[in-house]
């Protein structure tokens, strides 16, 4: 066996063994949840609000902090998406090609995206003080939606580069704005990554919980205000899992389980918007 036979079985061996590996501790993650979770898991755990000794192992259930995590990062979605999109067209459309200001403002997005949820916590927390609020929805929205902005703009800013510069060059021949080539050209071809870029956005918010600690606070009750504390499945995964009891500990587990059932479902649905509007894109 010659040197380059050798190089490419050695890297042939490293791949799969990495693969192998990670798809081992995936199945390790998810055998341990569905395993652990799923004895706990009832419909009233799943339609209705904490009762009195839940936290004790006593009767209720997690609606509350299925709605919360869905209102909450619901809401933070689209703050972000309404930010994300017209900074990302005028990155690749209104902006000049290859300026400095596109290269530093991609830079900047890139360094906060690797900065901890926790910082972005922070922030949130200075920013209620700053304008008089409490530990609430909305406080929790705004402090999500800093915290996915870099991500779904970045995602959709790599996806639109994608848009052939033909696409535009032709859309200006004919006499379209910059505007109608934004909208009607560049969004139109990008519709698929975008989609895909809000739904990954989505599920990382939904699945955080350093950043809500300080900023949405926790409630047994079910969300009825933006000004009121909101309860979250991460924060009410990471409270059960504090306590003695077995019982609690078991709903712990159950509450991940449904968590990542909503990611899943969020994954599903993302491919499935992807082969449906991809129809549209020219190859």
């Known amino acids: 066996m010659d040197k380059r036979s050798l190089e490419e079985n050695i890297f042939k061996t490293l791949m799969v063994g990495s693969t192998l590996l990670i798809l ?28 009195s000794g839940y936290y004790l192992g006593k009767e209720g259930g997690i609606l509350n902090a299925i709605l919360g995590s869905l209102y909450l990062t619901g809401g933070a979605t689209i703050l972000a998406f309404f930010i994300s999109l017209p900074v990302t067209l005028y990155l690749n459309v209104y902006a000049r090609r290859g300026s400095r200001l ?14 901890p949820s926790i910082v972005y916590g922070a922030f949130g927390f200075t920013l209620m003080l700053f304008f008089g609020l ?25 996806v639109i580069r994608m848009v052939p510069n033909a696409l535009l060059d032709a859309s200006y021949a004919l006499g379209a704005t910059r505007w109608e080539t934004a909208f009607k050209v560049v969004v ?22 350093a950043s809500l600690i300080f ?17 979250t499945l991460p924060l009410t ?12 500990r078991g709903r712990a587990y159950a509450a991940a389980l449904i968590l990542t059932i909503i990611i899943l479902i969020i994954s599903v649905v993302s491919r499935f918007l992807t082969k449906r509007f991809a129809r549209h894109v020219v190859r």
Not at 237 to 248: G, L, R
């Open 237 to 248: 995964i990471f409270f059960q899992f504090s306590t003695p009891i077995p019982e609690v």
């Open 102 to 115: 596109v290269y530093v403002t991609r830079f900047v997005f890139d360094v906060l995206w690797g900065i």
């Open 188 to 209: 139109r071809q990008a519709l698929p990554g975008i989609l895909t870029a809000v739904l990954i956005a989505f599920g990382r918010g939904i699945g955080d919980a």
């Open 24 to 51: 081992a501790v995936l199945l390790m993650i998810l055998g341990t949840i569905v395993v652990k979770g799923l004895p706990f898991l009832s419909w009233s755990m799943l339609t209705q609000a904490p009762k």
């Open 134 to 158: 409490h530990t609430s929805l909305l406080a929790g929205m705004i402090t999500v939606a800093f915290l996915i902005l870099p991500i779904m703009t970045r995602s959709m800013d790599e």
């Open 215 to 231: 900023t949405a606070g926790f409630t047994d009750s079910l969300p009825s205000s933006l000004f009121r504390p909101v309860a």
